[in-house]
Structures are given as structure tokens and as C-alpha cells.
């Protein structure tokens, strides 16, 4: 087979330089566009003029999908961690400051802390109150389940000592320390009532009476009386239907004609085991105000007496109460 050949017309004129990128017409349609992204070479950079500086190159954004890492925060974190570290340090001297002050007020006496000076609130500086050793296998007054109420310790080592400053009263010491029934009713101000009250003692047959007294450099007087009984039952009712009530005292005491209910003794310092009545001499007082209370305490009742020219003070009143509440339970 013989191939033919188209001749040549070289009378055509001859094409410019521009003539080849022209784009010439199609009768074929162009194939649809594709999506791939087309690629770029990367420009070659020309070597730069001796004190021109050439800027780096563009950083091409991430493809679509590639894990992309989070920026640094370096300044942010730093602020972050310099402010952690400050309040750190802060809390820490804070809670110091506290322990060493908590510290420091444990270790201070009574009176050298502001607010709860004993000065500041009249009471009396007691010597330390211990009680008196039991004889050998005699249980507590109220231990036990029976709490027969009897107590085994001495009467005369049951009477709350004076506070430091104070003047003993000698006429109270008695005989050996152990008082009379006549000594006891001279403070009651009627001959009726002591008659009355000393038929009492005889009919209960008191055992004992123990007592103490003292005056402290305010002039305030303080008497103590102790009275043991053969049981709890007797001491109880002579106490609470003879002697007491709730009103106010039976017999009136020498510079106290009328008495009433001491309305501001505080409930929450009562004993369990101790019945107590506390009274305050009615207004208009004499020369003196007295208060008083007796305390019903197993096997032994209680009379405690305070008196001040003027008007008696009722802490330290209170304080000897409890303090001899505490020694009978």
C-alpha cells in the first residue's frame, strides 16, 4: 500500500513568534474539569542584590483533613502559672500565720487574753479544786447503778477551798472542823425559824455540818455549810419541802428579810445529780444584798451564802456555787 502525502504550500506567509500560544477553535467539546488541585513549582529565587534581604517564602495554608497542632501560649501559660504560684505561696503563709496564732493563744494564761480575762468578768482566782480520795473499794457518791447518793469522803475535805487573797473566817472552823447546830441557826434571823429549823436537824438526824468562810479584799463575805444525813431520801425531802422552794427560802437569813428566785443563774451550768435553789434578796435591800442557795446532794445538803455592802455581786456568787456543786457530785 502506497502512502500518500499532502504537498506543501509554501506560499503560506510565515507565523510570528506569538502566533504558536494563540489558542485555535475546537469541534471536539473539552473533557469536564477536574478537581485535583493543580501543583505549582516552586519559583526559583534569583540569588539577591549584595543589601537586599530576601523575605522567606509564603507558607501554603494546611491541606483539608491534616492534624493541624495548636498554637504555643507561651506568654498566656506563664501568666497563669506566675498567678498559681502567688496565691499558692499566699495561702501557705496565711495558714501559718493562723497556726502560730492559735498556738500562741493556747500557750497564754487566762488572763493574758483579751475578752476572757478573769479581772475582766469579777471572778475569783481559785486554787486548783481536786477531790478528796475515797476510802478503799467506797465508790462515788452517784457511781454505779444504784447512785445511792452516799458520800464516803470526808465532809470537812468536801469544802470548797478559799480563793487566793481571801481572809478566813475563824468562827466557822468549829471544833476539830466540825461546826455546832447551834453555830449553824445563829444565821437564820428569827428565834422562831431557828427553833423551827433546829427541831429539824433533830428529827432528820443530822450527822455532821462542816463549814468554811471567808471575806475577800471587796469586802464581799462568804459562808459555806455542809449537812450529811444517814441517806440520799432525807437529805432530798428536808431540802426540797422543808428548807427550799421554788419561790424563794423558808426561813429568812440574817439581812435578808424577803428572797426570790435568782432568775440570771445560768441553766446551763446545772449537775445532773444536784438539786439546787439559788435566791437574791428582794429589793429594797438592807445595808448589804445577800444571795444564797442550797444544794441538794445525795446523802448532804448545801447552804451558800454571799453578802455585799450595797449590791452582791453575782459571778463570783455563781462561781462558788458551781465550784461546790462540783465537789459534791
Given at each position: ?54 523575605p522567606p517564602p509564603p ?200 428572797t426570790e428566785r435568782d ?5 446551763a451550768s446545772e449537775i ?58
Amino acid at each position: 500500500m502506497t502512502e500518500q502525502t499532502t504537498p506543501v504550500d509554501d506560499t503560506r506567509p510565515a507565523e510570528d513568534a506569538t502566533s504558536a500560544f494563540v489558542p485555535q477553535p475546537r469541534s471536539e467539546p473539552l473533557p469536564p474539569a477536574t478537581t485535583e488541585p493543580a501543583t505549582t513549582e516552586p519559583a526559583t529565587t534569583e540569588p539577591a542584590a549584595p543589601g537586599f534581604v530576601v523575605p522567606p517564602p509564603p507558607v501554603a495554608p494546611p491541606l483539608v483533613g491534616e492534624p493541624q497542632e495548636p498554637p504555643v501560649k507561651v506568654k498566656k501559660d506563664r501568666r497563669v502559672l506566675r498567678a498559681v504560684l502567688r496565691w499558692t505561696a499566699a495561702t501557705v503563709v496565711f495558714a501559718a500565720v493562723g497556726a502560730s496564732a492559735a498556738y500562741g493563744i493556747t500557750r497564754m494564761e487566762r488572763t493574758d487574753v483579751p475578752g476572757l480575762a478573769t479581772e475582766a468578768d469579777g471572778r475569783w482566782d481559785y486554787p486548783a479544786i481536786t477531790k478528796p480520795p475515797l476510802p478503799s473499794g467506797s465508790p462515788g457518791p452517784f457511781a454505779g447503778a444504784d447512785k445511792s447518793g452516799v458520800h464516803s469522803a470526808d465532809l470537812r475535805a468536801l469544802l470548797l477551798p478559799a480563793p487566793k487573797g481571801a481572809k478566813a473566817d475563824a468562827s466557822l472552823r468549829g471544833d476539830d472542823g466540825w461546826l455546832s447546830s447551834k453555830a449553824f441557826l445563829s444565821q437564820y434571823a428569827e428565834k422562831v425559824d431557828r427553833e423551827t429549823v433546829g427541831q429539824m436537824l433533830t428529827d432528820y438526824a443530822v450527822r455532821h455540818i462542816a463549814a468554811r468562810g471567808w471575806t475577800t479584799p471587796d469586802g464581799t463575805r462568804t459562808r459555806i455549810y455542809l449537812l450529811q444525813f444517814d441517806t440520799a431520801a432525807v437529805a432530798e425531802e428536808l431540802a426540797s419541802t422543808k428548807l427550799a422552794n421554788y419561790g424563794g427560802a423558808q426561813y429568812a437569813l440574817t439581812g435578808a428579810a424577803t428572797t426570790e428566785r435568782d432568775e440570771h443563774f445560768p441553766a446551763a451550768s446545772e449537775i445532773d445529780d444536784i438539786t439546787r435553789f439559788a435566791y437574791t434578796e428582794s429589793k429594797p435591800y438592807g445595808p448589804e444584798q445577800v444571795r444564797e442557795a442550797y444544794l441538794s446532794a445525795g446523802d448532804t445538803i448545801a447552804l451558800v451564802v454571799q453578802s455585799h455592802k450595797g449590791t452582791a455581786p453575782a459571778v463570783p456568787f455563781q462561781q462558788t456555787v458551781v465550784l461546790q456543786s462540783q465537789l459534791l457530785d
